[in-house]
């Protein structure tokens, strides 16, 4: 039972454009939630963050949007350049916040066209 | 300051051998975790050791799998006998305290296909 999901496999969006992508949890006890970025050979390495008592957190192009009634957040990245292009994991982790405790969701691709 | 090393990038091995998987994480890095990534699915915990002390091996799925950590350095993770299902890509990665999941940084992975 995945408590963390990325519905969405992949994505593509046009250069410039806005790209969305959403992360939807289960468990109520998650309280902080990452979003990492994987290009192919590589290793995830974290983008953002996003603690339970806000609802959006923002690092320039990029912003994270928690909404916690819906258990449901989403990263923007405005605009979506080439460089962009990867495998984008939400995860989240409970108040402890510990790196043993990251539940990952399955990972959206993410390509933006020149 | 070197990044969290794998060794190998890749292993091909026929179901009932044997495979061990290494990791040096970042110099002077005592949390050092394992995670699996299978079939394109999750990236999900394994293990984690506090210098050669193993905190927390709840995500091991099964005896198959054996981590260790000799004198807090290095660690190795071996399966034993491989199976089918093991084929994934193993990430292991390194922090300095135990912080939230901004501060640990990944390895590139070992991709493991079981034959």
């Known amino acids: 039972d995945q408590q963390v999901k990325q519905n969405s496999p992949s994505l593509r969006v046009q250069e410039g454009r806005i790209s969305i992508l959403n992360c939807d949890y289960t468990n109520s006890m998650f309280d902080y939630f990452l979003w990492y970025k994987k290009y192919p050979a590589e290793g995830p390495t974290f983008l953002i963050s996003?603690?339970?008592?806000?609802d959006k957190n923002e690092d320039g192009r990029f912003t994270v949007f928690l909404n916690k009634s819906a258990k449901h957040l989403s990263l923007h990245i405005v605009p979506s350049q080439p460089g962009d292009s990867a495998v984008y994991f939400c995860a989240a982790s409970p108040i402890s916040g510990s790196a043993r405790q990251l539940t990952f969701g399955s990972g959206t691709q993410l390509t933006v066209l020149p | 300051e070197a990044g969290v090393t794998q060794f190998p990038s890749h292993s091909v091995i026929e179901k009932g051998q044997t495979v061990t998987l290494r990791c040096d994480p970042i110099s002077g890095h005592d949390n050092l975790y394992w995670y699996r990534r299978v079939m394109g699915k999750e990236i999900k915990f394994l293990l984690h050791f506090v210098k050669e002390s193993k905190q927390d091996e709840s995500g091991m799925p099964n005896n198959r799998f054996l981590a260790e950590r000799t004198g807090g350095t290095y660690s190795t993770l071996k399966v034993q006998p491989a199976e089918l299902e093991d084929s994934g890509v193993y990430f292991c990665?390194?922090?300095?305290?135990?912080?939230?999941?901004?501060?640990?940084?990944f390895g590139e992975g070992s991709w493991l296909t079981v034959v």
């Open positions: 990665a390194s922090s300095r305290g135990d912080p939230s999941g901004n501060t640990i940084y």
């Open positions: 996003i603690s339970s008592i806000k």
